[in-house]
């Protein structure tokens, strides 16, 4: 018996690794096979072909390509056999009508192909679940006028199919924006679970441009549908595609009739403020904020809202700020719960009143109240930052490093780093600036990134070599004094470069680079003074030393802002935004820049 068994289980793994060889022989072939495809040696494509779909007649893979080779190489008699032979021997393969009919078409004969593909069509009467291999072969030979009538047919015949995704995403192809939407908006009717994929793939064509095409007729859409047939997903995309065009009013008025439907969830309203409020849309950050503190019957979420009402109120300048903050206090108190309130209010001492002893206070006394290792974070951060304002560079370092330590790749131990970064920039040791920015440039956090890349590569390309002076410490003090606004000494730091014989050479400073961030910086300086026309003369200069610079679409921008907003020069305005528009398609300010280029040259903007 055991001999038995013994060699039964001897058979079974011989048969087992004969298998294996074979899948593996076949998937060998395979892969060369289609290297020989893609570099266009069709006749070796063929020959492999021709043996794996001998020895696998039911793969499809096999038989596509097999027919596109001998298509490649003009052998359409030997295609037209292979498949004639394949619906001779079995008829309820209608799918293979398809590649019939595109050998025909290949041969330019168009009649024998129409006539092949309408019997493919006609075949989904009586079997629409051929309708997805129709469907997508029609697809894949373009043709996709038949590719949705065969998605049609199919799901006419078989009411529980759905093709509204593949229809969809072919009238995209065919630049049929309106069809394309109303069949997105279908599925989703259909299956709510569909939304976060329509979502997706809508965003491929909605821009933040209200007068895009594709938004208009997708907003037409989603109202058309809103009124036939509503439901709550409607409002919610109708809220995404505000928001995606920066229109938040309009997004708050759909979030706030979800709410009327749902009193127990203001989280996308505090999410629509916020991003309001990092777009610097303040009124429409302050609308949601303000209802969510009217609307919310919880301590946390109030006192989130409050948070950011009082850095609306911040950066608005509004000068009862001091007193909404001591109003808060009063109502909420100072303890674990109004962290963030006091490091805010310590920011707001420190940067916009110039107390930085009293933010200090403010800060020591919060890390008393902090429970938290992330809440003590926060409040050393900030204690950080007062210190740098006070020149207490090393204190400050202090700070920064043991949020390093404490919370390792943590937000909040990466913003520390540069900090740390920053400090070092500060006091002019550019080494381990240097050092600490490598690391961040692959910092998960975006804006961080974005950061860490800037700075370093102002430190690279201007960084004193051999002890030749480049200006880049007296930039660096300069931003300093402007970080602890003390604006006309940075001012007087900059023009200083412009006067040492040092490092200031026939009109130009020797690195360009480092020219351009000068004159800029000092343009941002003399607009926080008001004094415009001379802050359009230092941008000027960047131009005139090189309009290709790296910084050009930047100075247009913040040109024609100052010329729109400042001195009214709406001309001179329309000038610069068209510049960005015309020759800087790539600019991110492209989308701002012919928003108002419209509005001042008097077109209808309102969507």
């Known amino acids: 018996m055991k001999r038995i068994f013994l060699l039964i289980f001897l058979a079974i793994s011989t048969l087992a690794v004969s298998q294996n060889k074979v899948q593996t022989n076949a998937k060998n072939n395979y892969l060369l096979a289609e290297n020989y495809y893609r570099e266009g040696a069709y006749e070796k494509a063929t020959q492999i072909y021709k043996k794996l779909y001998n020895s696998s007649p039911f793969n499809t893979t096999y038989l596509s390509r097999l027919i596109s080779c001998y298509q490649e190489t003009d052998q359409f008699i030997l295609a037209e056999n292979l498949l004639k032979g394949r619906i001779k021997a079995n008829k309820s393969q209608a799918y293979l009508y398809v590649y019939l009919g595109y050998n025909y078409q290949r041969q330019q004969e168009a009649e024998k192909a129409s006539e092949n593909y309408k019997l493919a069509l006609n075949s989904l009467d009586k079997m629409p679940s051929y309708g997805g291999i129709i469907g997508r072969l029609f697809k894949d030979y373009n043709l996709l006028d038949n590719a949705i009538l065969a998605y049609e047919k199919a799901m006419e015949a078989n009411k529980n199919a759905n093709y509204n995704f593949q229809i969809a995403q072919i009238y995209g192809e065919k630049g049929d924006f309106k069809k394309m939407f109303e069949s997105y908006i279908d599925l989703v009717d259909k299956n709510e679970q569909y939304f976060d994929l329509v979502q997706r793939y809508t965003s491929k064509y909605i821009t933040d441009d209200a007068e895009n095409e594709a938004n208009i007729l997708f907003r037409k859409t989603l109202l058309r549908k809103s009124a036939s047939n509503p439901k709550d997903v409607w409002n919610v995309l109708l809220s995404w595609l505000f928001t995606q065009q920066k229109d938040y009013n309009k997004a708050f008025i759909q979030e706030n009739a979800l709410y009327q439907r749902n009193t127990q969830d203001l989280g996308a309203i505090f999410t629509l403020g916020k991003i309001a409020f990092e777009n610097n849309s303040f009124e429409a950050a302050k609308q949601c904020f303000d209802f969510i503190v009217e609307k919310s019957s919880t301590k946390s979420e109030t006192i989130n809202a409050h948070l950011f009402l009082m850095k609306i109120a911040i950066e608005t300048k509004n000068p009862e700020t001091e007193n909404l903050f001591k109003k808060l206090f009063l109502v909420f108190g100072k303890n674990s ?238 000038e610069y935004y068209q510049k960005i528009i015309f020759d800087h398609t790539s600019s991110i300010y492209l989308v701002d820049a012919r928003k108002k280029f419209r509005k001042l040259r008097g077109d209808n903007v309102s969507q």
Do not use: C
Not at 423 to 434: C, I, N, P, V
Not at 506 to 520: A, H, K, M, T
């Open 337 to 574: 719960s109004t962290i963030k309130l006091q490091v805010a209010y310590a920011d707001y001492l420190t940067f916009s009143k110039n107390e930085p002893q009293q933010a200090n206070t403010v800060l020591e006394e919060a890390l008393s109240y902090a429970n938290s290792k992330f809440d003590k974070a926060r409040i050393k951060l900030k204690l950080g930052d007062v210190l740098v304002f006070t020149n207490k560079f090393n204190k400050a370092l202090i700070y920064f490093s043991q949020i390093q330590t404490q919370l390792k790749n943590h937000e909040l131990a990466q913003e520390a780093r540069f900090k740390v970064a920053q400090t070092s920039y500060f006091k002019g040791d550019f080494e381990w600036a240097k050092a600490q920015l490598k690391v961040l440039k692959g910092s998960t956090t975006q804006l961080i990134a974005n950061d860490a890349v800037n700075l370093f590569l102002k430190i690279s390309d201007n960084e004193p070599v051999d002890s030749i002076p480049s200006g880049l410490k007296q930039l660096a003090k300069a931003e300093l004094l402007a970080f602890q606004n003390k604006d006309k000494a940075a001012l007087s730091e900059l023009n200083s470069l412009f006067t040492r014989k040092d490092i200031f050479i026939n009109g130009f400073i020797p690195s360009e680079v480092i020219y351009d961030d000068v004159l800029f910086f000092k343009a941002k300086l003399l607009i926080k003074q008001n004094k415009y026309e001379e802050a359009i003369t230092a941008l000027n200069k960047i131009i005139a030393a090189d309009n290709q610079g790296f910084l050009t679409d930047d100075v247009y921008f913040m040109m024609a802002e100052t010329y729109n907003n400042h001195l009214k020069n709406s001309e001179k305005a329309q």
